[in-house]
């Protein structure tokens, strides 16, 4: 069995054409990482300088820091706004001004005409970017007190039971919702950007170039070999049927599993080197975008989670287009299946609503399972039989399940050689 795969793995990766295509994958995705950076309105470099200023100062005193800082560019803008006014003579709204801000010349005048250096190129952009920083560390800091009043919505939903009807669904979400986060009372914020690791996770081109690379790995693996007429030969071996089919999925997973390493570890280098990805050890919930997650993680351990979601919904979409492969005959209809395939899950993913009958057909899909950092960013109770059941672990549990299926699915076509020549029949018989 090992010389098989090392056999499945040397056919592979010794293949120019698959090397090129790799090559180029990569070369790709940093391009369109660094195209996307020049289109930013707050330069890079700013998020990276703030983070140190950050870094440098007790996590306790971080978001006084914050809002003071805003505080005084806000100040600013303001003594820019008298500042033109003298320019224009414009009295009235210079009176308008003073009189709505009474003492802020008095405050912060003379620091103004310091021309105090900015983290951004104008005061226009760090006040922008400062609004932005500041909504993320308001976040942070108001975490504790929304989990207490969950907890305390949950207490008068028990109080008024007599009154209301506690066997309905939104009574039983209310009270899984305070039970769910009854563990995160003890998870400590840490008062850190965002920005790169949003940036580095967030990253639908990359999930589509994983997506090109897999069906260009199926093409090698298995249309190349039906193209040649060799599966008729592999077979009458001793190790063509059951073996050769696991060695396959087993050599196109791990594949899959490099890809999405080279690409995701590069992500998140390119990142680190133009924004800064923060404290690998704080809380999941230190980053403001997860403050519904209920992931008792570090953030370190939560790109492990991340990674592993990804390549278990890459490897079951690989494993249905090695199917598609196996059952046709023809390189045009399994191109073709696949991409209705894809197209269907796609149309489910963005066109169905949420809250509605369908809406399992909406978050139990594979595009959500690939765009991961949302998917984890959400908190999401599903109405089944007025009982509300978590998305996430619903999701898994269906992940696992169809990515056993669909292995099962392959190995079942190529082993029963009898169902191969049936669907190729009647594939021919359309053509």
Not at 256 to 270: D, E, H, R
Not at 283 to 288: C, G, K, Q, T
Not at 377 to 387: E, G, P, R
Not at 405 to 413: A, D, G, P, V
């Amino acid at each position: 069995m090992i010389f098989l795969i090392r056999m499945e793995a040397y056919k592979l990766w010794h293949k120019r054409s698959f090397l090129t295509a790799l090559i180029m994958i990569f070369f790709i995705n940093l391009g369109l990482l660094a195209y996307t950076d020049i289109n930013q309105p707050i330069p890079p470099q700013a998020y990276q300088n703030f983070q140190k200023t950050l870094s440098a100062i007790p996590n306790e005193q971080r978001y006084a820091f914050v809002c003071d800082y805003d505080d005084k560019i806000q100040a600013f803008m303001i003594l820019q706004q008298i500042r033109n006014a003298q320019l224009h003579h414009d009295e009235a709204q210079l009176a308008s001004i003073r009189t709505n801000y009474p003492d802020i010349e008095k405050k912060y005048a003379k620091e103004f005409e310091e021309q105090p250096s900015y983290y951004t190129s104008s005061l226009e952009q760090e006040a922008s970017f400062l609004q932005e920083i500041r909504y993320e560390m308001e976040s942070l800091h108001a975490y504790h007190d929304r989990l207490s009043a969950i907890e305390q919505k949950a207490i008068d939903i028990s109080s008024i039971s007599i009154f209301s009807n506690t066997n309905s669904f939104s009574a039983r979400n209310i009270q899984k919702t305070a039970r769910d986060y009854q563990d995160m009372k003890l998870e400590h914020v840490t008062y850190q950007l965002e920005k790169g690791m949003l940036e580095a996770t967030h990253t639908p081109f990359t999930d589509m170039l994983v997506l090109l690379i897999s069906a260009f790995i199926i093409s090698t693996m298995i249309m190349e070999e039906k193209s040649k007429q060799l599966f008729s030969i592999i077979k009458t071996t001793i190790y063509g049927h059951g073996h050769t089919i696991i060695a396959k999925c087993m050599v196109s997973g791990l594949s899959i599993l490099c890809i999405l390493l080279l690409l995701y570890g590069s992500n998140l280098c390119y990142q680190q080197f133009v924004y800064g990805l923060g404290d690998m050890s704080a809380s999941l919930i230190s980053l403001a975008s997860y403050n519904q997650s209920t992931l008792s993680l570090t953030i370190g351990q939560f790109l492990c989670l991340f990674l592993t979601t990804k390549w278990l919904a890459a490897c079951v979409i690989g494993c249905l287009m090695m199917a598609i492969s196996i059952a046709f005959d023809h390189k045009i209809t399994c191109f073709g299946g696949i991409l209705l395939l894809l197209g269907l899950e796609l149309c489910c993913y963005l066109y169905i609503p949420s809250n509605t009958a369908f809406e399992l057909l909406k978050y139990l899909n594979i595009f959500s399972f690939l765009e991961t950092d949302t998917f984890y960013q959400m908190y999401l109770n599903l109405n089944i039989a007025t009982y509300p059941f978590s998305l996430q672990k619903i999701a898994l549990i269906t992940l696992f399940t169809l990515f056993t299926l669909s292995f099962i699915l392959c190995f079942f076509l190529y082993q029963k050689k009898k169902h191969l020549i049936i669907f190729m029949k009647f594939q021919k018989r359309l053509i």
